[in-house]
């Protein structure tokens, strides 16, 4: 029983969420074979207040004033 947990920083609207569970459970059932009534997933989603990258909260970094230094979850250099 495949079991998938997908953590996001942020949030997605259940749209969006229902589009995940379905690509991820399609993609299991193409590429292993499994049930789709036996994969199971979870979707966790993470305060930007509450998780950090590069010594910063990303709450910090994705901040109007950081706009200008590019994307906040780019590797250093990019």
């Known amino acids: 029983m495949p079991f998938v947990s997908i953590r996001l920083a942020g949030t997605a609207s259940k749209q969006q969420k229902a589009e995940i569970v379905a690509d991820v459970t399609r993609s299991l059932v193409e590429r292993l074979g499994k049930n789709p009534a036996a994969v199971q997933i979870v979707i966790e989603e993470v305060s930007t207040e509450n ?9 910090d970094r994705d901040a109007p004033a950081s706009s200008t230094r590019g994307d906040a979850h780019a590797e250093p250099g990019q």
């Open 51 to 59: 998780y950090g990258a590069g010594g910063l909260l990303i709450a």
